[in-house]
């Protein structure tokens, strides 16, 4: 098979798991939405995903069009520097139990989650491929460091902090978060062995 016939199968692929990660979101939004723990650690993620698929999916096709150039309407994205941080901000709000509440009675925050996530996702993954290891080790760790307290703070809360949520579900999202944080620079590391390795060894 050669390179131009791999990347529209490419596209195609991403394109897929960008609709089914939406698709999960969306349609078992009632499922995913009845626990504090599955709201915040599975659908906002999926949501976010749906994005960043969606983005890799439309990156693959530009280069198999032959215009993989980075666009001129991304040129403020320096670094991917801006991109990353509000996509910090926008998960730092979703840790705000009161964030999760609205999103539940407020079709303003509602419409906010299931367009803003997803545009956050396509930000991210935008954004990731124009910043170096650095730039990425730095947001990451910030993530992780304010997922891990977040997270202990949820435990360590003798109140509930959501109106729609129980103690117990608040507990376990506590500690998810902190999984969160100890997973995700894993498999981070993982996947950029080798730019760190090359970066170290200038």
């Not at 999916?57 to 215009?67: E, I, K, V």
């Not at 926008?90 to 509440?101: E, N, S």
């Not at 910030?142 to 977040?150: E, G, L, P, R, T």
């Amino acid at each position: 098979m050669s390179t131009s016939e791999r990347k529209p199968a490419g596209s195609m692929a991403w394109g897929i798991a960008a609709l089914a990660c939406l698709g999960v979101a969306v349609g078992l939004h009632a499922r995913l939405t009845a626990l504090m723990s599955l709201h915040m650690l599975v659908q906002i993620p999926l949501l976010v995903l749906a994005g960043l698929c969606a983005e890799q999916a439309w990156h693959a096709r530009r280069l198999a069009a032959g215009s993989a150039r980075p666009s001129a309407a991304w040129s403020y994205n320096e670094y991917g520097i801006p991109g990353l941080l509000l996509v910090s901000l926008v998960g730092a709000g979703w840790m705000i139990p009161k964030a999760l509440d609205d999103a539940l009675t407020d079709w303003r925050v509602a419409a906010f989650k299931y367009l803003g996530l997803p545009f956050c996702g396509w930000l991210l993954r935008a954004s990731l491929r124009r910043s170096n290891v650095v730039i990425k080790l730095f947001f990451l760790g910030n993530f992780c460091w304010m997922s891990a307290i977040v997270g202990m703070i949820y435990l360590d809360q003798p109140i509930r902090l959501c109106n729609a949520y129980l103690q117990d579900d608040q507990d376990w999202s506590g500690r998810g978060l902190i999984a969160l944080a100890i997973v995700l620079p894993s498999c981070w590391l993982l996947v950029e062995l080798k730019p760190i390795w090359r970066f170290l060894n200038r």
